[in-house]
């Protein structure tokens, strides 16, 4: 009997905010990984607002990445409370999480004061263009708000072989890719796998815990 058929069945969200494609095709990866563990899955995208200055809306990599992109459905509050576990990524933008995912973030607020995200399951993914220059510190930066939300962090432990093989992203505490700054590294196998492993993980894990919903304001109230 597999860990899938011993427990409930996981419900897995999945928030994406990528220009290039990378930053997708590892949420895709990881969607992957988490369905082949039994999980219900949703691919969601975050609405990117404002053109940015800096991106190259000429590439062909951005052209046919942004056709796959709106076609993924707009994530929600209420795709979050849905979930048992929820991976949100972005690419990095200056060493942190990108502002559209940001205001994603911000847009679900009301969820901290229900406490509706207590006991859920979070991980987290990036892209960055250079090998040394804000991979693993997106990736702190996307944790916070989860514990914020009195979430259990998920990574990606050393078991995981293509997590000893990586020559560019991928790390015990996500999933990543290093596409180099002018994006011709592209995605690998080994990032490719290591996204499958933290689906797969998360969708394992949140099939086992329960949500523990509870009103921070009840708790604010108790606590005067
Ligand atoms: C405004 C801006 C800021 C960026 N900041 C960083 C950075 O701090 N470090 C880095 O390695 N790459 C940085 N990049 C490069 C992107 O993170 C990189 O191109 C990423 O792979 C794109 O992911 P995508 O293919 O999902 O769009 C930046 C790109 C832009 C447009």
């Given at each position: 009997m597999t860990n899938a058929t011993m427990s409930k069945q996981a419900k897995v969200t999945v928030v994406v905010d990528s220009r290039y494609g990378s930053t997708l095709a590892l949420a895709q990866a990881i969607a992957s990984g988490a369905r082949r563990q039994g999980a219900d899955v949703r691919l969601c995208r975050v609405d990117i607002a404002e053109p940015e200055f800096?991106?190259?809306?000429?590439?062909a990599d951005f052209i046919a990445a942004q056709r796959e992109y709106a076609d993924l459905p707009r994530a929600s509050a209420a795709d979050l409370e849905w979930a048992d576990g929820i991976i949100w990524g972005s690419p990095t933008r200056y060493g942190l999480m990108s502002t559209p995912l940001r205001a994603f973030i911000d847009e679900v607020a009301p969820l901290w004061r229900a406490g509706a995200l207590i006991g859920k399951v979070g991980a987290v993914f990036t892209s960055t263009?250079?090998?040394?220059?804000?991979n693993e510190m997106t990736l702190m930066s996307l944790m916070l708000p989860f514990l914020q939300h009195g979430m259990i962090l998920c990574g990606v432990p050393h078991s995981e072989p293509a997590l000893i093989k990586t020559q560019k992203g991928g790390s015990p505490y996500g999933a990543s890719v290093v596409t180099g700054f002018d994006g011709r590294r592209g995605v690998d196998d080994n990032e490719l796998a290591i996204g499958a492993a933290l689906g797969a993980r998360v969708a394992r894990l949140s099939a086992q815990v329960e949500a523990e919903p509870a009103s921070v304001d009840i708790a604010a109230a108790a606590a005067c």
């Amino acid at each position: 009997m597999t860990n899938a058929t011993m427990s409930k069945q996981a419900k897995v969200t999945v928030v994406v905010d990528s220009r290039y494609g990378s930053t997708l095709a590892l949420a895709q990866a990881i969607a992957s990984g988490a369905r082949r563990q039994g999980a219900d899955v949703r691919l969601c995208r975050v609405d990117i607002a404002e053109p940015e200055f800096s991106v190259d809306t000429n590439r062909a990599d951005f052209i046919a990445a942004q056709r796959e992109y709106a076609d993924l459905p707009r994530a929600s509050a209420a795709d979050l409370e849905w979930a048992d576990g929820i991976i949100w990524g972005s690419p990095t933008r200056y060493g942190l999480m990108s502002t559209p995912l940001r205001a994603f973030i911000d847009e679900v607020a009301p969820l901290w004061r229900a406490g509706a995200l207590i006991g859920k399951v979070g991980a987290v993914f990036t892209s960055t263009g250079g090998m040394h220059s804000g991979n693993e510190m997106t990736l702190m930066s996307l944790m916070l708000p989860f514990l914020q939300h009195g979430m259990i962090l998920c990574g990606v432990p050393h078991s995981e072989p293509a997590l000893i093989k990586t020559q560019k992203g991928g790390s015990p505490y996500g999933a990543s890719v290093v596409t180099g700054f002018d994006g011709r590294r592209g995605v690998d196998d080994n990032e490719l796998a290591i996204g499958a492993a933290l689906g797969a993980r998360v969708a394992r894990l949140s099939a086992q815990v329960e949500a523990e919903p509870a009103s921070v304001d009840i708790a604010a109230a108790a606590a005067c």
